[in-house]
């Protein structure tokens, strides 16, 4: 199984979902240092309990790899910049949806998802428990933030249809 390296918000949107636990079908599940300890400063809230979950690695980034990390535009949070740490030269997938923590990790030839992907995994696996449209709603109720064609396209990506818009 591919180790998927995982920011804090696509953890607490799946968490608000009540797909965690199926993350252990799809991924080797790892969380870096910086993640761990944000999730842990709110306890009680949606994805506080993953650095305790049985078969999540958490992990320290390699002193070289964070300074790599470290230069360039654009600014980028402590948890994005493990994630990006950890993953480079590994193979690993890295799953954050912060848009400029997705550019910087693109620059940088990192494979990186986001929690729509990994919910559309979930759904095609056969581990949800909604229509992929409700749990669209229950991300937004959640927070996330979802245009209508974000909504739209994550559909048609689901179905597998192209999107032409």
Excluded: W
Aim: overall charge negative; glycine content about 12%; aromatic content about 4%.
């Amino acid at each position: 199984m591919r180790d998927a390296v995982f920011d804090a918000g696509p953890l607490i949107y799946l968490d608000a979902l009540g797909y965690l636990p199926a993350l252990s079908g799809l991924y080797d599940v790892v969380v870096p240092d910086a993640v761990s300890e944000e999730l842990a400063r709110n306890k009680g809230a949606f994805g506080s309990g993953v650095p305790s979950m049985e078969g999540v690695a958490i992990r320290t980034p390699d002193g070289e790899d964070s300074l790599v990390v470290e230069s360039g535009p654009p600014a980028i949070d402590a948890g994005e910049k493990e994630v990006i740490a950890l993953v480079l030269g590994t193979g690993a997938l890295a799953i954050i949806d912060d848009r400029r923590g997705v550019r910087r990790a693109s620059r940088l030839g990192v494979e990186v998802a986001g929690t729509l992907v990994v919910l559309i995994q979930i759904h095609r696996a056969g581990h949800a428990h909604r229509t992929f449209e409700e749990d669209l709603g229950v991300l937004d109720d959640a927070g996330m933030y979802l245009t209508d064609a974000v909504k739209r396209s994550a559909a048609k990506l689901y179905r597998g249809v192209e999107d032409d818009e």
